[in-house]
């Protein structure tokens, strides 16, 4: 029990603190209100119930690096625990005869032996991250040199706290050990439910009385009056996470992880300054934890770009602190690419969402990224590619800029007819998507799905020309008006189609029809390939004739796998065609992106970057021993081509498409090609450049309205069918018109025409 001078100079103590602390508690309570508006009152019972039990779990903390995140369990319950410790002590120092050392009531006893356990828990835990940090300085936790820091940051703030918090704990916890120590070896006794204090009691066994009451008393200060002193620093300090990050989880988004939130101001889209972030957005600052693992799976930081979602949060936080009050008197509007982030870094991200999935509190920096881009794009501040590439969008409607007619040019090497969804009834309307119609990498795997579908007798069709981008990467850039464009166009031109179901290809178009055409009127049964393919296999419409003897990974797609939760489907499908299944050691959630989404495919490589992204990921294919690096995605499936040529194993890593193999386990006959007419090249192109200037002959016309192509020539050109014959007088004319009609394609179309590469 303490003296009356020492009670009255730890309540005056006290109420100083708390008055300080209480200053910087109202200062983020004022600054989360400084941020734009945001709804997260539904269900507010329920969402601080699972974010209890969550954090209770330490399942956000789990997530990633699993030694780490035992030692922080440690301190966690720890410190938890020591919430009832404290009150204990207090007691203590107040009522006189209050002590659960010794007692013979169960519930002290408890009590003891949980003290007793977790401030060694908690000792060993604080021991083990200033020694990660201080002398192991593990790379996971520097930023890159081109990282825009705070100057604080710069100047080794981060150290500098966790050195004081570091400090505050092991005093804290450890003060209060040595103290029931001192408290058994006063009495002469040990206490098995005290085990520990009991083993270090024998330290001051040859103490004085008087000395050992002295130690008591010392002791507590250091435990009761170090945690009062720290209350004004806690505010400012990495521990706040301890307050907020439970409160951060339970207001999350409830949305759909594929989803973007709406504009809350139309004239004035996205964000610049901390103000016009959503205030969940401002909590963020306070809930870090400052442990930089959405860095460490960023695939832009790993390759060396200025970006770090880390830094961006830690930014914030340090700039919110010096600026104090002031950040209410016109600091609050200093642009965040002043003191955030760069313009560089803004532009490296791919969206691929691993910084909000890997984050233990609830963080989204990547969200403050796109409230950036947003804002960018609005005020036209942009890279000039990426202006070209969404100038193509607008005007053709894909970002190869190439005309709408091309878009089924990939169909016309089939020896069948593809339907027209927008003229007869189908069961599946496949949206086929930009990648997989216009560059060549990828209208091979288009092809064999098409081939795979008919096989199996499905019922499909395609828009053709009529479909465009479905804007998902439109809107990860900031161009929220584009997007509304082209996802109200095919809004338009699905409702003119029957159908059952919506397939895709594409993960990206996936993720916009599934998650973001709903709100606006589109919404459709949708489904990834993947999971088509795997219906047919199990219902025998698409038959494996024989199991493949292949060793081969996959690649998750960020678009599939982390925002929509699709990661067994594909796999299943490898596996039914006899694929003996290598994980990476990255994968499903924790995937490493491909470095193509949030725009990034229509960019350059950044100044900084000293390897891609894709160029990584298959670094660690070849390190589990397999040749076959398998994909689901269109844009996968360019990235990795052009990978596996950069990295030097082209020749020992084939990269296919999960269609590539359930095409070779369905064991189809080789179809027999007819042999193609020889007609005289002086005759061929000619005609080829006549065709090719009119406008094109629609697959889907109806028989009755079909014109030939000589009706053709003489409407559009103003050259009758004798004009033709008397300029190239050939007898196999007829003949040579007819090869020329393609009837897989909107229109015919050259091989020489289009490159296929995209417009970058």
Known sequence: ??????????????????????????????????????????????????????????????????I??????????????????????????????????????????LFNGFADIFSVFVLVGMIFFLYRRF??????????????????????????????????????????????????????????WLPTA????????????????????????????????????????????????PVNLALGRRTARGAMDGITNPASPGSKTLSDLPWPQVLDSWACIMCTRCHEVCPAHESGTPLSPSALEINKRYFINEQGNGLFNGAGNISLLEYAISEDAMWACTTCYACVEVCPVGNEPM????????????????????????????????????????????????????????????????????????????????????????AAGVDFGIMGKREK????????????????????????????????????????????????????GGDYPVKHYSTLLLELIKTGDIELKKKLDIKATYHDP?????????????????????????????????????????????????????????????????????NNFTVACPKDMTMYSDAAKTSGHEDTMAVKDIIDFVLEAMDLPEPVEEPEPIVAA????????????????????????EKSFDEVVSEEEGITETEVKETHPDPNLDEMKTEEEIPNSDEYESDETNSGEPLI
């Open 1 to 66: 029990m303490l003296s009356s001078n020492e009670q009255i100079t730890f309540i005056i103590l006290v109420v100083i603190c708390g008055a300080l602390a209480f200053q910087g508690f109202s200062r983020i309570f004022k600054t989360v209100r400084f941020g734009a508006n945001a709804d997260r009152s539904d269900n507010l019972v329920g969402r601080f119930m699972t974010a209890l039990i969550d954090v209770f779990l330490q399942k956000p903390i789990a997530k990633a690096r699993p």
């Open 68 to 109: 780490v995140s035992m030692f922080h369990s440690f301190i966690f319950f720890g410190f938890s625990f020591y919430l009832f410790v404290n009150v204990n002590d207090v007691l203590e120092a107040y009522v006189d005869g209050w002590t659960t050392i010794g007692s013979d009531n169960i519930v002290a006893k």
């Open 135 to 192: 002398v192991q300085k593990p790379k996971v936790m520097e930023f890159n040199a081109n990282v825009k820091l705070h100057p604080n940051v710069s100047a080794g703030g981060l150290k500098k706290d966790s050195l004081i918090v570091g400090i505050f704990i092991l005093f804290h916890v450890g003060s209060r050990w040595l103290g029931t120590a001192m408290h058994l070896a006063e009495n002469g006794q040990t206490d098995p």
């Open 198 to 245: 009991s083993i270090m009691s024998g330290f001051f066994s040859d103490w004085s009385h008087a000395s050992l009451e002295t130690g008591i008393h010392v002791t507590w200060w250091l435990a009761m009056g170090l945690i009062v002193m720290f209350l004004p620093y806690f505010p400012r300090s990495k521990h706040i996470h301890l307050m907020i990050a």
């Open 367 to 454: 969200m403050d990224i796109l409230e950036l881009r947003r804002n960018q794009v609005f005020d036209a501040k942009m890279p000039d590619e990426l202006a070209d590439v969404l100038r193509s969008l607008d005007e053709q409607g894909n970002s190869f800029n190439e005309s709408a007619r091309r878009r089924s040019k990939w169909s016309k090497k089939l020896d069948f007819k593809l339907k027209d969804a927008t003229k007869e009834p189908v069961k599946y309307l496949w949206y086929v998507g930009d990648f997989a119609s216009f560059n060549q990498n990828c209208q091979d795997t288009t092809r064999k799905v098409a081939e795979v579908l008919t």
């Open 469 to 520: 981008s479905a804007g998902n990467d439109v809107r990860r850039v900031g161009e929220e008006g584009l997007f509304d464009v082209l996802a109200e166009q095919n809004i338009e031109t699905i409702e003119k189609c029957e159908f059952e179901e919506i397939f895709t290809t594409d993960p990206h178009t996936f993720n916009s029809l599934k998650n973001e055409y709903p709100e606006r």
């Open 558 to 626: 960020c678009y599939l796998g982390r925002y929509n939760g699709i990661y067994d489907d594909p796999r299943d499908v490898m596996k039914m065609c006899g694929i003996e299944l290598v994980e990476m050691p990255r994968n499903k959630e924790n995937s490493f992106c491909c470095g193509a989404g949030g725009g990034q495919i229509w960019l350059p490589d950044h100044d900084d970057m000293t390897q891609r992204p894709s160029e990584n990921r298959i670094e660690e294919a070849v390190s589990v021993g397999v």
């Open 682 to 705: 002086a005759v061929v192109e000619p005609v080829r450049e006549i065709v090719e200037s009119v406008e094109p002959i629609s697959v889907d016309s109806e028989p009755s309205q």
